[in-house]
């Protein structure tokens, strides 16, 4: 729909009812105007898969592989495929808006939400973020690029500033959002926090770049919550307020007529909207058909191959056929495949790390050391229906007198959205609890408000947890647990109600939790050293918890939780040939890495895990993946590792140099730099000449076996400039021809934009391992 027609149905609206449009009619729906042939447009959080409107574990997605993972193919074609299937998740959820991808940069390992993002330098991310974007929009879904801009910190992100020099802005951090204009997106959300002295639901640089010189001409939706004025935030290119109904715009009206806000900049919203919904298929027509994509399920396998880093290897990989292998770790059984926060979805099914290589090898397991987490909500596996008897849980909403208004079956615990009728005043979950072990069990709910809990009609619990957070992930998603032992036999059944009260602003998640009692420490630890030394190979799978990478705090520690480190070295003192799977979403310490036969690198895979992993374990592929971000030796060593406020500042003092410039400048080598991964065979880089558009390479594979290489190239200065991915086989010599346009030569300076090629150019397998060099460029000034 042309800007003719989309300024006729504006004319068509008076100012309320334009006005009604720009704020959301409920928490994922805007408002419809059937006058005009607009009906609500759907929006639902990404990245790894499409949730949908809402939190129900009824509602399954597909769970793709973390964005770092995605960032840790280098493979953009494999990125749009997986884009492409998100929009047929979204299409098949009705909805026609995937708030994804994230395209803020891991400044510092300590960022909270690491996992979310794709990689520590901005190229890398930018053409990921760009592949995924045309991905989703190819299949009539928009995407949706955030948070804009600098978000890269959790600790106070609803409200830091974060002070960033326009160089660093425009270089780094503003560098993949351009790229995802270009790739045509129709959406860029707007971050809670503030730049250079404005919250960004006002800040200028909603209109310029975005808006003027980049000529986004799509629709500027605010995160959930972060429009905070009338005025300032109308006058400014904010263009959609998310969630609704409420918020500071509902006053806009007053706000023309005051002439606080010209009823042209309301018109120019409305314009944007309008062309979205165009888009989507919410404007006089029907929504487009979902792309149909064939075998989503070995899809996802592949990509949790070509995103597994191989750190290390003495040869012990790929595992031979018949091979026997005790697998162990606290992540083993239960793999992490997504990260904690807003990202989350509910996966119909996973594959664990241990169901993948049970089969295809004789397997033994046990985890080895236990982690502290976060109470474990009732499941179907332990729970069932009071009233039914189904497997799972009763969940009620109940008035002030404790009568019943809604009713429903439920399948966990973690019940985060309830019907919500009027007079409603209380949340009841109700299962009995089957204990599969005796001793003291920790039985435990979580919310807002007056929380109880009865116990076979005892009342073991009755406490008021206050309000003491305006964090909406906080709110909605992990309110705090309060706590309670109790002793159970092997097989005793009882009956829990856990019930809490709804004060306004605290949403109306509550949890109901029940773990087992721990394992002697000690025993568990020999017992997983006892199956190590009685196999040919051990698996050592570690990782981190949602108490660790999660959105909404940043990281305090880069070390494994618990005993893991001592895990790993118990069992490679009984077992030469140990592997160590790493499963976290971004660096962690890894104090033990050259004493192990191997190290690999899972990420949070998705609900593929155990399928990719036992195909990269046993040679059916190669583990394709190479690292998006360096990994530090020593937290110690880590040389920008500032993520927390001042005074409620955040400098950037860094400058451009985040990541492995950051190492280079330092003049520390980390454990492994950017761009490191290893195959399972090995190569020579030859030789490397220029070409009129870039670099041609020759490398050879000296290994026994067929393989892909990634080549890549920077400046003498560290900065990334461009890659390709070359394959061949056993002694094959091949070719690749390196695209090194103007762009990625570009320096921002007072004068605007200049391309300078006068540098030499480094060739190789990293950041740190660049054995080729090419000298002597020519600058020139950018049109």
Same mark, same amino acid.
């Given at each position: 729909?042309?800007?003719?027609?989309?300024?006729?149905?504006?004319?068509?609206?008076?100012?309320?009812?334009?006005?009604?449009?720009?704020?959301?009619?409920?928490?994922?729906?805007?408002?419809?105007?059937?006058?005009?042939?607009?009906?609500?447009?759907?929006?639902?959080?990404?990245?790894?898969?499409?949730?949908?409107?809402?939190?129900?574990?009824?509602?399954?997605?597909?769970?793709?592989?973390?964005?770092?993972?995605?960032?840790?193919?280098?493979?953009?074609?494999? &990125?749009?495929?997986?884009?492409?299937?998100?929009?047929?998740?979204?299409?098949?959820?009705?909805?026609?808006?995937?708030?994804?991808?994230?395209?803020?940069?891991?400044?510092?390992?300590?960022?909270?939400?690491?996992?979310?993002?794709?990689?520590?330098?901005?190229?890398?991310?930018?053409?990921?973020?760009?592949?995924?974007?045309?991905?989703? @929009?190819?299949?009539?879904?928009?995407?949706?690029?955030?948070?804009?801009?600098?978000?890269?910190?959790?600790?106070?992100?609803?409200?830091?500033?974060?002070?960033?020099?326009?160089?660093?802005?425009?270089?780094?951090?503003?560098?993949?959002?351009?790229?995802?204009?270009?790739?045509?997106?129709?959406?860029?959300?707007?971050?809670?926090?503030?730049?250079?002295?404005?919250?960004?639901?006002?800040?200028?640089?909603?209109?310029?770049?975005?808006?003027?010189?980049?000529?986004?001409?799509?629709?500027?939706?605010?995160?959930?919550?972060?429009?905070?004025?009338?005025?300032?935030?109308?006058?400014?290119?904010?263009?959609?307020?998310?969630?609704?109904?409420?918020?500071?715009?509902?006053?806009?009206?007053?706000?023309?007529?005051?002439?606080?806000?010209?009823?042209?900049?309301?018109?120019?919203?409305?314009?944007?909207?309008?062309?979205?919904?165009?888009?989507?298929?919410?404007?006089?027509?029907?929504?487009?058909?979902?792309?149909?994509?064939?075998?989503?399920?070995?899809?996802?396998?592949?990509?949790?191959?070509?995103?597994?880093?191989?750190?290390?290897?003495?040869?012990?990989?790929?595992?031979?056929?018949?091979?026997?292998?005790?697998?162990?770790?606290?992540?083993?059984?239960?793999?992490?495949?997504?990260?904690?926060?807003?990202?989350?979805?509910?996966?119909?099914?996973?594959?664990?790390? #241990?169901?993948?290589?049970?089969?295809?090898?004789?397997?033994?397991?046990?985890?080895?050391?236990?982690?502290?987490?976060?109470?474990?909500?009732?499941?179907?596996?332990?729970?069932?229906?009071?009233?039914?008897?189904?497997?799972?849980?009763?969940?009620?909403?109940?008035?002030?007198?404790?009568?019943?208004?809604?009713?429903?079956?439920?399948?966990?615990?973690?019940?985060?959205?309830?019907?919500?009728?009027?007079?409603?005043?209380?949340?009841?979950?109700?299962?009995?609890?089957?204990?599969?072990?005796?001793?003291?069990?920790?039985?435990?709910?979580?919310?807002?408000?007056?929380?109880?809990?009865?116990?076979?009609?005892?009342?073991?619990?009755?406490?008021?947890?206050?309000?003491?957070?305006?964090?909406?992930?906080?709110?909605?998603?992990?309110?705090?647990?309060? @706590?309670?032992?109790?002793?159970?036999?092997?097989?005793?059944?009882?009956? #829990?109600?856990?019930?809490?009260?709804?004060?306004?602003?605290?949403?109306?998640?509550?949890?109901?939790?029940?773990?087992?009692?721990?394992?002697?420490?000690?025993?568990?630890?020999?017992?997983?050293?006892?199956?190590?030394?009685?196999?040919?190979?051990?698996?050592?799978?570690?990782?981190?918890?949602?108490?660790?990478?999660?959105?909404?705090?940043?990281?305090?520690?880069?070390?494994?939780?618990?005993?893991?480190?001592?895990?790993?070295?118990?069992?490679?003192?009984?077992?030469?040939?140990?592997?160590? &799977?790493?499963?976290?979403?971004?660096?962690?310490?890894?104090?033990?890495?050259?004493?192990?036969?191997?190290?690999?690198?899972?990420?949070?895979?998705? @609900?593929?895990?155990?399928?990719?992993?036992?195909?990269?374990?046993?040679?059916?592929?190669?583990?394709?993946?190479?690292?998006?971000?360096?990994?530090?030796?020593?937290?110690?060593?880590?040389?920008?590792?500032?993520?927390?406020?001042?005074?409620?500042?955040?400098?950037?003092?860094?400058?451009?140099?985040?990541?492995?410039?950051?190492?280079?400048?330092?003049?520390?080598?980390?454990?492994?730099?950017?761009?490191?991964?290893?195959?399972?065979?090995?190569?020579?880089?030859?030789?490397?000449?220029?070409?009129?558009?870039?670099?041609?390479?020759?490398?050879?594979?000296?290994?026994?076996?067929?393989?892909?290489?990634? &080549?890549?190239?920077?400046?003498?200065?560290?900065?990334? #400039?461009?890659?390709?991915?070359?394959?061949?086989?056993?002694?094959?010599? &091949?070719?690749?021809?390196?695209?090194?346009?103007?762009?990625?030569?570009?320096?921002?300076?007072?004068?605007?934009?200049?391309?300078?090629?006068?540098?030499?150019?480094?060739?190789?397998?990293?950041?740190?391992?660049?054995?080729?060099?090419?000298?002597?460029?020519?600058?020139?000034?950018?049109?």
């Amino acid at each position: 729909m042309d800007d003719v027609e989309l300024d006729l149905l504006v004319g068509k609206l008076d100012l309320g009812r334009k006005v009604r449009l720009l704020t959301g009619a409920t928490t994922w729906r805007t408002a419809e105007e059937p006058d005009i042939g607009l009906r609500a447009v759907v929006m639902s959080d990404g990245p790894v898969g499409v949730r949908g409107q809402g939190w129900d574990e009824r509602s399954t997605s597909l769970a793709l592989p973390s964005p770092t993972a995605l960032a840790a193919t280098w493979d953009a074609g494999l &990125v749009e495929r997986l884009g492409l299937l998100l929009a047929a998740e979204a299409r098949r959820k009705g909805v026609d808006v995937l708030l994804a991808p994230t395209l803020n940069l891991h400044r510092s390992p300590f960022g909270g939400r690491h996992f979310e993002c794709f990689s520590e330098d901005p190229l890398l991310t930018a053409r990921t973020g760009a592949a995924h974007v045309t991905g989703v @929009q190819r299949g009539g879904v928009a995407a949706t690029a955030k948070h804009y801009v600098a978000n890269d910190s959790e600790t106070e992100r609803l409200t830091l500033d974060a002070r960033v020099d326009e160089r660093t802005l425009r270089e780094v951090y503003l560098l993949p959002f351009e790229h995802a204009v270009e790739a045509g997106v129709w959406v860029v959300m707007s971050a809670y926090n503030g730049v250079n002295g404005t919250t960004m639901s006002e800040n200028p640089l909603l209109d310029e770049p975005l808006k003027g010189e980049w000529g986004f001409d799509g629709v500027v939706v605010s995160d959930w919550g972060a429009v905070r004025s009338t005025a300032a935030s109308a006058n400014a290119g904010q263009d959609l307020a998310m969630p609704g109904p409420d918020g500071p715009w509902r006053d806009l009206v007053d706000a023309v007529e005051r002439g606080e806000v010209p009823e042209s900049a309301v018109d120019a919203k409305v314009r944007r909207l309008l062309r979205l919904a165009s888009r989507v298929g919410a404007l006089n027509g029907s929504t487009p058909t979902a792309p149909r994509v064939e075998r989503p399920l070995d899809l996802l396998r592949e990509a949790v191959a070509k995103s597994t880093v191989l750190l290390r290897n003495d040869g012990v990989l790929p595992l031979s056929p018949g091979t026997t292998v005790a697998v162990l770790g606290p992540n083993a059984a239960t793999a992490r495949i997504q990260g904690g926060g807003s990202a989350g979805v509910y996966p119909e099914s996973v594959v664990s790390f #241990l169901d993948g290589l049970r089969e295809v090898a004789e397997v033994t397991h046990t985890p080895g050391v236990c982690l502290d987490h976060r109470p474990t909500p009732l499941t179907t596996d332990d729970t069932r229906n009071p009233v039914t008897g189904e497997p799972g849980l009763l969940v009620r909403v109940l008035d002030a007198d404790g009568a019943e208004l809604t009713a429903e079956h439920r399948l966990l615990g973690r019940v985060l959205e309830v019907p919500l009728v009027e007079g409603a005043r209380t949340v009841e979950v109700h299962g009995v609890l089957t204990a599969r072990t005796a001793g003291e069990w920790r039985l435990s709910v979580a919310g807002f408000g007056r929380l109880t809990l009865d116990v076979d009609g005892e009342r073991v619990l009755d406490e008021h947890v206050p309000l003491d957070t305006d964090d909406p992930a906080v709110i909605h998603l992990t309110p705090p647990h309060r @706590q309670v032992v109790a002793r159970l036999g092997a097989g005793q059944e009882v009956d #829990l109600v856990a019930r809490r009260e709804l004060p306004e602003h605290t949403g109306t998640a509550t949890v109901l939790a029940a773990d087992p009692p721990e394992p002697d420490a000690d025993e568990e630890l020999a017992r997983a050293v006892g199956l190590a030394r009685g196999s040919d190979v051990a698996v050592v799978v570690v990782g981190t918890t949602d108490e660790i990478e999660s959105e909404g705090f940043d990281r305090a520690s880069l070390a494994l939780p618990g005993r893991q480190d001592e895990l790993v070295r118990a069992v490679r003192a009984v077992n030469e040939r140990t592997v160590v &799977v790493v499963n976290s979403g971004g660096p962690v310490e890894l104090p033990w890495r050259d004493e192990v036969a191997a190290v690999l690198l899972a990420w949070f895979p998705g @609900q593929e895990a155990g399928h990719g992993l036992a195909d990269v374990l046993f040679g059916v592929r190669e583990p394709g993946g190479r690292l998006p971000t360096t990994w530090a030796a020593e937290q110690a060593d880590v040389p920008v590792s500032d993520v927390r406020p001042r005074h409620g500042v955040l400098r950037y003092d860094e400058g451009p140099a985040i990541g492995h410039r950051a190492w280079r400048r330092a003049g520390v080598a980390p454990a492994y730099w950017f761009g490191h991964g290893l195959g399972y065979t090995t190569w020579s880089h030859e030789h490397a000449e220029p070409t009129p558009g870039g670099v041609l390479v020759r490398v050879r594979n000296t290994g026994p076996r067929a393989g892909r290489e990634l &080549v890549q190239v920077y400046a003498a200065d560290g900065r990334l #400039l461009g890659w390709a991915h070359a394959e061949a086989g056993p002694g094959e010599a &091949v070719e690749v021809a390196v695209e090194l346009p103007d762009r990625v030569f570009r320096r921002w300076t007072a004068d605007g934009w200049v391309v300078d090629r006068d540098t030499d150019l480094l060739v190789g397998r990293s950041a740190g391992d660049t054995p080729l060099r090419i000298g002597e460029r020519s600058p020139h000034v950018a049109e």
